[in-house]
C-alpha cells in the first residue's frame, strides 16, 4: 500500500444529481479525514472519523452531504440534490495516532 | 479576519535562491503546525511538521514558529524547478481534529 487513493478522479455531473465519492486510507490508519477546497484557496474541513465512528462535522458539511466509514476502513462522501457551487476538489486524508495526516489525489467534481 | 493568513503570490524566484514562505495566524490555541507542498491538480503533500515554538530542519527546508508573534515561516535553500508548487501551511489545536489551512502561496523557480 503506498497511500491513500480515491475513485472517481473526476466527476461531471448535472445539477441536481447526487455523486458519491470513495476513499481508501493507509491500511492501518484509524483516522480519516474529508476535505474541500476549491481553486486558490486551502483545504477546508468537512468531517473526521476515527475508526468507524463520525466524530466531527464542520458547518460547512449541509444536510445535502453524508459521509461513512462502514466497519472504519474505506470511506464514503456523498452529495444530493448537487448545485453548482458543490464543485471543487474533495480531498481525503488519513492519520494513524498522533502522526500528521497524508492526503489522497483528490476527486475533482464539476456540476454543470 | 481568516484565522490562518498567507500572501497568495505568485512568488518567482531564480534558480538557487533562498525562498521565504510565511503564514500568520490569530488563534494563539494552535500547537501543531505543517508545511504541505501542493502540485497542480494533485493532493498536498507533507513537507514539514513542528509542535509548539522552534524551529525544525530537513535536508534543504528549514521550518520555525513564533509563537509570541503568531507567525510561521517555511525556508527553502538552494531552491530548484522541481520546488514550483503552491506551499500551504497548517495549523491545529491540541485538541479536536481540525486542521485550518491558509490559502497557499503559489511559488515560481526559474531555471
Known amino acids: 500500500d503506498t497511500g491513500v487513493s480515491q475513485d472517481p478522479r473526476h466527476k461531471i455531473t448535472k445539477r441536481g444529481q447526487n455523486v458519491t465519492f470513495r476513499c481508501d486510507p493507509i491500511s492501518e490508519h484509524n483516522r480519516l479525514y474529508w476535505y474541500r477546497q476549491t481553486l486558490g484557496q486551502g483545504p477546508e474541513f468537512l468531517t473526521y472519523f476515527q475508526n468507524e465512528a463520525q466524530l466531527e462535522k464542520s458547518r460547512l458539511l449541509s444536510d445535502r452531504f453524508s459521509a461513512e466509514r462502514p466497519k472504519g476502513s474505506f470511506s464514503t462522501l456523498e452529495i444530493q440534490r448537487t448545485e453548482q457551487g458543490d464543485s471543487a476538489m474533495y480531498l481525503c486524508a488519513s492519520r494513524q495516532g498522533l502522526e500528521t495526516q497524508y492526503f489522497g489525489p483528490g476527486t475533482r467534481l464539476l456540476v454543470l | 479576519q481568516k484565522e490562518v493568513e498567507q500572501d497568495p503570490g505568485p512568488l518567482s524566484v531564480p534558480e538557487g535562491a533562498i525562498v521565504s514562505l510565511n503564514c500568520t495566524y490569530s488563534?494563539?490555541?494552535?500547537?501543531?503546525f505543517m508545511w504541505y507542498r501542493q502540485y497542480s491538480r494533485k493532493g498536498p503533500e507533507l513537507l514539514m511538521y513542528?509542535?509548539?515554538?522552534g524551529n525544525k530542519e530537513d535536508g534543504r527546508f528549514t521550518a520555525q514558529v513564533d509563537k509570541s508573534s503568531k507567525y510561521i515561516s517555511l525556508f527553502i535553500r538552494d531552491s530548484q524547478p522541481s520546488d514550483s508548487a503552491t506551499y500551504l501551511c497548517a495549523m491545529k489545536r491540541n485538541y479536536g481534529q481540525n486542521f485550518v489551512f491558509g490559502p497557499g502561496t503559489r511559488l515560481s523557480v526559474l531555471p
Open positions: 513542528t509542535y509548539s515554538s
Open positions: 488563534n494563539s490555541a494552535f500547537q501543531y
